[in-house]
């Protein structure tokens, strides 16, 4: 009763009943079972006709739903039978969709990754992402991360006038002080205002 071949020919033979009448549900499992057999073996032919057979009863819904639709006199009918005829327009667009994926299923590409920028963009291909894994990296990723800029505005050579080593600052744009030589530019006190 869990085999796919018994469900499917219960629904199948429930389903038909009103255009066919009575099936003989034994010659339906064998047709089912026989269909799942080809498909198991690679054969997939009955696939790809049902698939053509759906996608062309909705198209036949989608036009019927439209004609519909553009003879109704009420905007609530028109959408309904609008809507109607966009969902049967959608699922034959997935059908045709499916049928092609089933026919020329996509072919996946392992490729390495190509460097190509455009504009200022910098693309850091580390050794942990080709495999290699170095002092340098774990460094990097130890939460001791530093700005390459910050890197450069500092120095440490020997000739630094700091006693104890420490990098000496390269950036001459330090914060300079206010002076007030402009004294008509100054602020305007609350009284003279004016």
Avoid: C
């Amino acid at each position: 009763m869990s085999s796919a071949a018994f469900s499917s020919t219960v629904v199948s033979e429930t389903f038909s009943k009103s255009m066919f009448g009575e099936l003989d549900a034994q010659q339906l499992l064998d047709d089912i079972q026989a269909s799942i057999e080809l498909v198991q073996n690679g054969n997939m032919k009955d696939l790809e006709a049902m698939l053509v057979g759906q996608a062309k009863a909705l198209q036949t819904m989608f036009v019927s739903m439209a004609n519909r639709a553009n003879n109704q006199q009420y905007l609530k009918q028109f959408t309904t039978y609008m809507n109607l005829a966009l969902k049967a327009q959608t699922q034959s667009r997935a059908t045709i969709q499916a049928l092609v994926e089933l026919k020329y299923p996509r072919q996946v590409i392992v490729t390495q990754q190509a460097n190509i920028a455009n504009g200022h963009q910098q693309v850091n291909n580390s050794a942990a992402a080709s495999g290699q894994f170095s002092e340098q990296y774990a460094y990097m990723h130890a939460g001791k991360n530093q700005s390459e800029t910050n890197k450069v505005l500092e120095s440490n050579h020997d000739n630094t006038k700091d006693t104890k080593n420490q990098p000496q600052r390269l950036d001459s744009r330090t914060t300079k002080t206010a002076i007030s030589s402009h004294t008509p530019l100054e602020t305007v006190a609350a009284v003279n205002r004016g």
